[in-house]
């Protein structure tokens, strides 16, 4: 259990990051997927980048395609829930997963793209934490009698 006991299986995070030929992450609290493609081209190596969440595979086969379109569709692609802090990735191994296959794939220069990658993620949680601490996007579930409910608060005695 990590983050505050959210059970993940990382054996099969960790097999779906050896095998699969597209990996996404995608966090629900920031509606960001991190997309990890490690098909290759004559021309290209691969491709890390945060990208919008999308409703179905089918959207994410067709952002692909409009992505790479000189690559071919993929034969596999893994799309994995994380509910976690975005630290996480990196506290469970998983991080160097994806950064180690990103390197069998020859691609060094990946990894810079990887790190501004990570960073991104970082800043758009913090910011989401933000706006759950002050900002109007959230409302409590549980409020004190009298503050943002509309009711008259409790005269003074």
Known sequence: MID????IDLEAVNQNVEEAEVVTFYF????????????CGPLEGPLICVVAMVDSSAQRYES??????????????TMIPWAHSIGALEETGVWDRVTGRLLECGAADV???AGRCLR?????????????IRGPEYRT?????????GAEPPAAV
């Open 4 to 7: 505050g006991g959210y059970d």
């Open 28 to 39: 629900p609290m920031l509606r960001r997927t991190l997309l990890v493609d490690m098909r």
């Open 64 to 77: 692909l395609r409009r992505l790479r379109p000189q690559l071919p569709r993929p034969e596999s692609l």
């Open 111 to 113: 990894l810079v793209e």
């Open 120 to 132: 991104e993620l970082r800043v758009l949680e913090l910011n989401e934490l933000r706006l759950a």
């Open 141 to 149: 579930v549980w409020g004190r009698a009298g503050v943002g409910d």
